[in-house]
C-alpha cells in the first residue's frame, strides 16, 4: 500500500515564514499519526527570499519530499455555491485533493463552492470561512481542515467557534476566506453572494 503524501502551504514575507509553529506543529502531528514518533521537523526560510510575499509548498511523508517558493497574490473570489456532503472527512491535508475537486467542479457560475457537511458548514475548497456579524468575527466550529490561520486567529481571541447552518449566513452581513496565505478581510464575499 502507497504511503499517504501530505501539504503545507506556508507564507514567506520579506524573508520570514509567518505562523511557522503552528505549520510545523501541523506537520509533525501529521507524521507521527501516520508513521509513528519522529524526529520533528524544523523549518528554515531560505536567504534568497528577502523580499516580497512567497508561498511555500512542502509536500512530505515520513521525510519533506519537496519545496517550492512561488510569488502570491491572492485569488479573486466573490460568490460561493453550497455544496451538501456527508460524513466527509478531509481533517488532514493530503496532496490527493480529488474530493474536494469534485465538489469544485460543482460550482456552477460561482468563483468557489462552500461546502456544507453533515447540514452544517464548513470550509470553501481551499480555505476555512468566517462570517461577520454583531458580536465580531466567527468561524465554523464543525471545518474539514483546522487551518492554521484559523488556529492562530482563535488563540488570539479575533476569530471565534460557533456552529453554523446554511440557514444562519442571512445572519451575518460579510464572510470572508482565511488560510495561511490569507488574513481576515484579504478575500471578502458579501453573504448574498452565497448561493443555496
Known sequence: MREPVFVDSIKLYNGR?????????????????????RAPIQLIPPDTMREGLYKCRIEYSREILSTAFLPYSPKQITSLQIVYVKNFDYSFKYRDRSQITELFNQRGTADDVLIVNNGFVSDSSFANIAFYGEDGWVTPDTPL???TKRR?????????????????????????????????????????????
Open 17 to 37: 515564514f509567518c505562523n511557522i509553529t503552528c505549520h510545523e506543529d501541523r506537520i509533525n502531528k501529521t507524521r507521527t499519526r501516520f508513521f509513528g514518533p
Open 145 to 147: 481542515l483546522c487551518g
Open 152 to 196: 492562530e486567529l482563535i488563540e488570539k481571541k479575533i476569530l471565534r467557534e460557533c456552529r453554523i447552518t446554511p440557514d444562519d449566513i442571512k445572519g451575518y452581513s460579510a464572510a470572508c476566506l482565511i488560510n495561511a496565505m490569507n488574513e481576515i478581510g484579504t478575500v471578502q464575499i458579501q453573504c448574498n453572494r452565497i448561493f443555496a
